[in-house]
């Protein structure tokens, strides 16, 4: 009798064991390669970014997540609120935050702790103005406005032959731009503008002062809806 016939186990499984060895290696090797060159597109994004820029950028990355998980921590306590109060606790809810958005919208005068720059210039541009309204929405501005000029999300900021416009408002120099927020954030922002400020030849003056309330008296003229019609 014969002995029983037994499949070669050695020679077909180290194939097959190579095969997987060698997928994980291809594998292994494009992950690291995805991750270079995602590194290396950051980098290259990155040059020529001056520090100021890139110190906000980092700055508003941090803060922005930090807003993020206070934020959803305060709707989750506002949305308890609703829920044990009541049609009357909506209701308060409901005109404190229509509130909120008015002032958010330039609709009404605000006021608050804040800082007033002033830039004293010649031949600046709206780019110039667009860029310190950024720097000062990014350091967390509550409200802005330039010479009595609410600036808010929307508003246009344009060069003319005649100069610098907001909203087709001419508004020459020296530029008086009152703000209101974090008086800390703000001023750090405010000094590090000033500062690059004073290295431009075209700029005369550039200050900047925290104060206890600043008054926003200018508005947004409401805008009637044109285009959207209620379904």
Request: aromatic letters at 2%; proline letters at 4%; a negative charge.
């Amino acid at each position: 009798m014969s002995a029983p016939h037994r499949r070669p186990s050695g020679p077909r499984r180290r194939p097959r064991r190579a095969i997987e060895i060698w997928l994980i290696a291809l594998l292994v090797a494009l992950v690291a390669t995805v991750q270079i060159r995602s590194e290396a597109e950051v980098e290259r994004s990155l040059v020529g970014t001056d520090t100021t820029t890139l110190a906000f950028l980092i700055d508003d990355l941090h803060r922005a997540n930090d807003s993020l998980a206070a934020e959803a921590t305060d709707l989750t306590q506002r949305r308890d609120a609703l829920q044990a109060g009541g049609s009357s606790a909506a209701d308060q809810e409901l005109t404190a935050e229509a509130n909120r958005l008015r002032a958010i919208e330039g609709l009404v005068p605000v006021h608050g702790r804040g800082i007033v720059i002033v830039v004293d210039a010649s031949s600046l541009q709206a780019l110039d103005l667009q860029d310190a309204i950024n720097n000062l929405a990014a350091a967390g501005a509550e409200a802005i406005a330039v010479n009595d000029h609410r600036v808010v999300i929307g508003v246009a900021i344009m060069q003319t032959p005649n100069g610098v416009t907001i909203d087709g408002a001419l508004v020459p120099p020296p530029w008086t731009i009152s703000v209101i927020g974090d008086t800390n954030r703000l001023a750090e922002a405010a000094d590090l503008m000033t500062q690059q400020m004073h290295s431009d030849r075209r700029v005369r003056q550039a200050t900047y002062r925290v104060e206890a309330d600043v008054a926003i008296t200018a508005v947004i003229t409401q805008r009637p809806f044109v285009y959207a019609n209620g379904s």
